[in-house]
């Protein structure tokens, strides 16, 4: 193949590259434009959520009894790739946690789950992250679930949560 030859097919690989790149950006910005949306309803549920937790708290006062079960680490990863070292460094920090050396790590999101399975860290739980804004509170049903049920058996002495947030 001549050389003029090869450099055409380079520039038209490269070109296609380009394309697909160019596409995945268009889709990443419709998908933070729906967030964007949708945080003002998940900043409020938040407020909700945190008043609700701080109003029981004062009505139980003293009488909440301390569980004697250990704490879990909630390490909240993503579900998607392409998001840089995102995922390393909160695996890297669970990593350092006594829950974690423990064996009493939950990790949501999928990319996280793989990650910490090739650095043989020990999970105990593991679900999906919602991967878009749609998907937020199914999948906080589905971890509050999680932690009701182990509350119920008695089996959950605290939570600590690790997440990067950008609100």
């Known amino acids: 193949m001549s050389r003029a030859a090869v450099l055409r097919a380079r520039t038209s690989s490269i ?13 990443a910005a419709a998908q933070v434009q729906e967030a964007e949306r949708a945080m003002p309803g998940i900043r409020r549920c938040a407020e909700i959520v945190r008043d609700a937790m701080a ?6 006062g003293a ?21 840089g070292g995102f995922n390393e460094r909160l695996i890297e920090h669970a990593g350092a946690m006594p829950e974690t050396a423990a064996g009493h790590t939950w990790i949501v999101g999928t990319r996280g789950v793989q990650l ?9 739980w593991t679900m999906p992250r919602a991967s878009h804004a749609r998907g937020v509170f199914d ?3 589905a971890l509050a679930g ?7 058996r008695g089996e959950l002495g605290g939570l600590a949560v690790l997440v990067t947030l950008h609100l």
Request: proline share 3%; hydrophobic share 45%.
């Open 139 to 141: 999948a906080a049903d």
């Open 15 to 27: 070109e296609e590259l380009s394309r697909v790149v160019t596409a995945m950006r268009s889709l």
């Open 63 to 83: 009488s909440i009894a301390p569980i004697e079960a250990p704490a879990r680490l909630v390490v909240v990863c993503s579900e998607r790739g392409f998001v």
């Open 146 to 152: 999680e932690i009701e049920r182990r509350l119920a």
């Open 116 to 124: 910490a399975r090739s650095r043989r860290l020990a999970t105990e």
């Open 55 to 60: 109003r029981t708290r004062s009505l139980l």
